[in-house]
């Protein structure tokens, strides 16, 4: 693939590509919210548990 290949391809999707009306922006943006917490959340509870399981780990 040459640069003149490329740069024919990059203009295809540029004339395909729009952008995005704020509906489509609003639910790209609550899922990328979501998806945060969630690996907030997941991330907090496996830090949880292991401080759980390894207290005592260093107690004679």
Same mark, same amino acid.
């Given at each position: +693939? #040459?640069? #003149?290949?490329?740069?024919?391809?990059? /203009? /295809? @999707? *540029?004339? &395909?590509?729009?952008?995005?009306? /704020?509906?489509? &922006?609003? *639910? $790209?943006?609550? =899922? $990328? &919210? %979501?998806? +945060?917490? %969630?690996? #907030?959340? =997941?991330?907090? @509870?496996?830090? @949880? @548990? +292991?401080? %759980? %399981?390894?207290?005592?780990? #260093? =107690?004679?």
């Amino acid at each position: +693939m #040459g640069v #003149g290949d490329f740069i024919n391809d990059s /203009r /295809r @999707i *540029m004339k &395909l590509a729009t952008k995005p009306s /704020r509906k489509e &922006l609003w *639910m $790209s943006t609550k =899922v $990328s &919210l %979501l998806a +945060m917490i %969630l690996v #907030g959340a =997941v991330s907090f @509870i496996i830090q @949880i @548990i +292991m401080t %759980l %399981l390894t207290s005592n780990w #260093g =107690v004679n």
